[in-house]
């Protein structure tokens, strides 16, 4: 019997118990929630495996608050859109490659081991096996998997920087600058979760993990929930007249006015699946996993250990 490299998901990132944190604020909550907390965790682990961020910042004067940087992972500047409908493009940044598969793929089972009393373990599979991951129910039997999950939403990250520059100019900032940074995650329609500096301790998931559980935020994380509920409306209706549509990963290209207008260029989509950090998954997955039935296939013909 061929020996899988298993390994417990999350296990390499000094975060890792706090995610469990913000994995675990969902477990008495909807199921649509929960999906709204994954987008949240991926989003932090977007931001976390960029290596070089401030590379990717740039000035935007419509951010939120005091911010007034903006760092994206669609090319659409998410603060300058909402902000009176200026399609401003902005490259997308994009994590280290390898990462992302890695990082969805034990996150998705993080959240099934945090979320589902029937299965207590779950482990990612190394290597180039057929399948991602192993997980145990309760009875002690073992299912392979394959993992198909992907952020709905991902979420910009904001920043504070010195106020001398260009609107979408990029500020000349060294990595130790950088760490120095105030930092945010805007949520979309003026919501912000503060981050703090961005060398703060297990930044930036620690933040987002004490926002969630201070019960003075209550009400700004329903609001933040509604935002996430109306982007995922708009997405399953392809609804090209809600301005939530061109939030999502994977909204294709955008409309006419953004080329005439805004100098948007020629050949640039806001997130196809090809320039996504997300990946297009296909319909009846992505229902799936919206509904948190088991976000993943099971593999049949596979047998386990
Ligand atoms: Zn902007």
Redesign the pocket.
């Known amino acids: 019997m061929e020996e899988y490299n298993l390994k417990e998901p999350l296990i390499d990132y000094p975060w890792k118990d706090e995610a469990i944190r913000i994995i675990q604020f969902s477990k008495d909550k909807s199921e649509d929630f929960r999906a709204f907390i994954f987008d949240l965790c991926m989003s932090l682990a977007y931001i976390d495996s960029t290596s070089g961020i401030e590379k990717y910042i740039e000035y ?1 004067q ?1 951010c939120p608050i005091h911010y007034n940087g ?1 760092v994206g992972f669609i090319n659409l ?1 998410g ?2 859109y909402e902000d009176g409908g200026k399609w ?1 493009y ?1 490259k997308a940044t994009k994590p280290q490659s390898g990462a992302l598969g890695k990082l969805s793929s034990e996150m998705i089972l993080k959240f099934v081991e945090v979320l589902f009393d029937e299965f207590p373990e779950t482990y990612s599979i190394g290597g180039t096996a057929l399948a991602d991951a192993l997980i145990k129910d309760k009875d002690g039997n073992q299912i392979l998997a394959e993992v198909k999950s992907a952020p709905l939403l991902t979420y910009p990250l904001l920043v504070s920087i010195e106020d001398s520059f260009e609107n ?1 100019a990029k500020p000349i900032l060294t990595s130790s600058q950088c760490k120095e940074l105030d930092s945010g995650l805007y949520l979309h329609d003026g919501l912000v979760i503060p981050l703090g500096k961005i060398k703060s301790e297990n930044w930036p998931f620690k933040p987002v993990a004490d926002f969630l559980y201070n019960s003075i935020n209550t009400d700004i994380i329903a609001k933040m929930f509604k935002t996430w509920s109306k982007t995922r409306e708009a997405y399953q209706l392809k609804d090209r007249d809600s301005k939530y549509f061109y939030l999502a990963n994977a909204s294709g290209d955008p409309p006419l006015i953004a080329k005439e207008n805004f100098n948007w260029p020629n050949k640039e989509s806001i997130s196809d699946s090809k320039t996504s950090a997300g990946m297009m998954i296909s319909k009846k997955a992505f229902t799936k996993f919206l509904n948190w039935e088991y976000p993943m296939r099971i593999i049949p013909k596979l047998k386990p250990l």
């Open positions: 935007c419509s903006h500047c603060t300058c401003q902005q979408h």
